[in-house]
C-alpha cells in the first residue's frame, strides 16, 4: 500500500521561509508524478505546484510562481516545497498527491494519492 506523509508545516512569518516534505512509501516514488496542493477554511483545494516523474518538468500556480520551488529526490522517495517569501495568503493545509503516469498535472481529481495535509500557519 502507498503511503504519503506530509512534514513540515507550523508557524510561519509572513516574508520568511518554510518546507514542506512528503516521504513516500510503499512503491517507488520514481513511477509519480507529484503534486503539492492547498485548502484554506472555506475554500475548496486548489492547486499549488507538480513535477514530472524525472523531476525536469515542473508546474506552478501563478499565486506562487517565483516563490515556491518543488522538488522530488527520488532515491529518498521524497518531494519537496520549498515556500520563500511567504504571504498570509498562503496559510492552509497543505496536501502532498501523487498519480501513476507521465502528464504533469493540475487538478485534484487527477490525483490517487493523497497525504493527509500539514498546516501552514503565517503571521504577519
Known amino acids: 500500500q502507498v503511503q504519503l506523509v506530509e512534514s513540515g508545516g507550523g508557524l510561519v512569518q509572513a516574508g520568511g521561509s518554510q518546507r514542506l516534505a512528503c516521504a513516500v512509501s510503499?512503491?517507488?516514488?520514481?513511477?509519480?508524478?507529484a503534486g503539492w496542493f492547498r485548502q484554506a477554511p472555506g475554500k475548496e483545494r486548489e492547486f499549488v505546484a507538480a513535477?514530472?516523474?524525472?523531476?525536469?518538468?515542473?508546474a506552478y500556480a501563478d499565486s506562487v510562481k517565483g516563490r515556491f520551488t518543488i522538488s522530488r529526490d527520488n532515491a529518498k522517495n521524497t518531494v519537496y516545497l520549498q515556500m520563500n517569501n511567504v504571504e498570509p495568503e498562503d496559510a492552509a493545509v497543505y496536501y502532498c498527491?501523487?498519480?501513476?503516469?507521465?502528464?504533469?498535472?493540475?487538478?485534484?481529481?487527477?490525483?490517487?494519492?493523497w497525504g493527509q495535509g500539514t498546516q501552514v500557519t503565517v503571521s504577519s
Open positions: 510503499g512503491r517507488t516514488l520514481t513511477l509519480y508524478v
Open positions: 498527491a501523487a498519480v501513476l503516469g507521465t502528464i504533469v498535472v493540475r487538478t485534484p481529481r487527477d490525483y490517487d494519492l
Open positions: 513535477i514530472s516523474r524525472s523531476g525536469v518538468l515542473t
